[in-house]
């Protein structure tokens, strides 16, 4: 492993303790004597709590919370990824398709229906939230079947569709999201604490937002289908409830002033902002002249890819620079090859940099998979594409395949950190070796400002 990056990895490793969920549901709730504080505020002596996790996270965040609430969990369920899972004591642990939903995430959201509805009026409403709960608590509305779902989800996904346009249409298809789960129950209290991996952080998105309005209708979910291309290719029966919703012949999702969300309080606990601001700071500390340059990063992933090796490449010689961008970019599916977006900013990346000395990128999803691949993420540098032509492979290629993975497990740039319990979203980190150890300083490029850089 290059000096370059162990360094990389190293402050992505600060990153993600700095969004640990434990760690931020043991910050947040507080056992004094009988009370219990969640998030600055207290429950009423003795009040039960009925405990819904769901998400990557799900399993961190339900032992955190047992551990800290112990015997005022009446009963409650947590629902996560394959391999994400832990020993619960209290909750019950259920695991079930991502990214694609399957029979599990099915009878999961039955179970959390039922667990939400079990909860009266003496109760309080326990969800602890992360990134992928969409996926886990797919429960097909009536007259659809999951396997339409999961078909629709795959062409929205390969096609491209960021999570604000995928989640509004599964919020008008699924039977938790879209405020639903808040509906369900009779609790007194509905208290949600988030982490989160949707840009803005906005609580309607993330998971698609099981207890939170809904801005969106059934009108924007057709537009989402037409705009994408594929409201020919969805199946009938989608097509048909979608219309039929528009009509007026569907029961909308929870609306801004739905005196069902009126008991319900959300806190959010960690987010890629937070994850940034640590990695920033851990390389400021080894001397790292350290930018966040955004924290929305979208878009088609090689586009930002190229984007951000260009303005790496464009610094004048100074010190050493990290530059650091956070959110969740899209891959449109045109070839067959297999990769994840941040292997494919990666790649796209890789391209920019050939031949440059200075510049070393790592590109990784924080909840350690990066698509259908067990890779986290990628590293690109200079000799990456040199690297790729000895070992037979061909990164233009690649790329046009989409097949960044398969060019990355033969070149050696794939990056493997088995899940980590957590998700808020992708992390860019761009290291640019200071002008000391720059081969040719006179031919670097002239620098472009870094405040107001857009890449999306």
Do not use: Y
């Amino acid at each position: 492993m290059t000096a370059a990056r162990a360094e990389l990895e190293a402050l992505f490793g600060e990153a993600l303790r700095a969004v640990d969920p434990a760690l931020a549901v043991a910050r947040s709730v507080e056992r004094r004597g009988s009370r219990l504080w969640l998030a600055g505020e207290p429950l009423p002596d003795g009040m039960p709590c009925v405990v819904v996790a769901a998400g990557k996270a799900a399993a961190a965040m339900a032992a955190a919370f047992e551990a800290r609430a112990m015997d005022r969990i009446a009963r409650g369920v947590a629902v996560t990824k394959d391999a994400h899972g832990r020993p619960l004591s209290t909750l019950q642990l259920r695991e079930a398709g991502h990214p694609l939903p399957d029979a599990r995430s099915e009878a999961a959201g039955l179970e959390v229906l039922a667990l939400a509805a079990s909860a009266g009026p003496d109760d309080a409403l326990i969800v602890l939230l992360s990134g992928g709960a969409s996926a886990l608590l797919t429960t097909p509305q009536p007259g659809l079947r999951l396997a339409e779902l999961r078909e629709t989800t795959d062409l929205l996904l390969r096609a491209g569709a960021a999570i604000h346009e995928l989640n509004c249409v599964r919020k008008h298809l699924t039977r938790v999201s879209g405020g639903r789960l808040a509906i369900a129950t009779r609790a007194a209290r509905v208290v949600v604490l988030a982490i989160s991996d949707v840009p803005g952080d906005d609580l309607a998105t993330l998971a698609s937002g099981p207890c939170a309005a809904d801005p969106t209708r059934f009108a924007d979910a057709l537009a989402v289908l037409q705009s994408r291309g594929v409201i020919e290719q969805v199946p009938a029966a989608v097509r048909r409830h979608l219309e039929a919703g528009a009509a007026g012949r569907g029961d909308e999702s929870a609306k801004p002033g739905d005196a069902a969300l009126a008991r319900v309080r959300s806190v959010l606990l960690a987010s890629n902002r937070d994850a940034l601001a640590a990695a920033a700071a851990a390389a400021q500390a080894r001397g790292f002249d350290a930018r966040v340059v955004t924290d929305r990063l979208r878009g088609e992933a090689r586009l930002a890819g190229r984007r951000l090796a260009a303005l790496a490449r464009a610094l004048r010689p100074g010190p050493p620079r990290l530059l650091l961008a956070g959110g969740e970019t899209t891959v449109t599916v045109r070839g067959r090859g297999r990769g994840g977006r941040a292997q494919e900013l990666a790649l796209a990346a890789a391209i920019e940099l050939a031949g440059d000395l200075r510049v070393a990128l790592l590109a990784a999803g924080t909840d350690g998979t990066d698509g259908p691949t067990d890779a986290a993420g990628a590293h690109a540098d200079g000799h990456t594409l040199a690297r790729g032509n000895a070992a037979g492979v061909d990164a233009h290629a690649a790329l046009a395949d989409n097949d960044a993975h398969g060019f990355f497990a033969r070149e050696g740039g794939c990056w493997f950190t088995g899940p980590t319990g957590t998700n808020v979203m992708d992390l860019v980190l761009v290291r640019v070796a200071g002008a000391v150890q720059e081969a040719d300083p006179a031919r670097a490029p002239r620098g472009v400002p870094l405040r107001g850089v857009q890449l999306s």
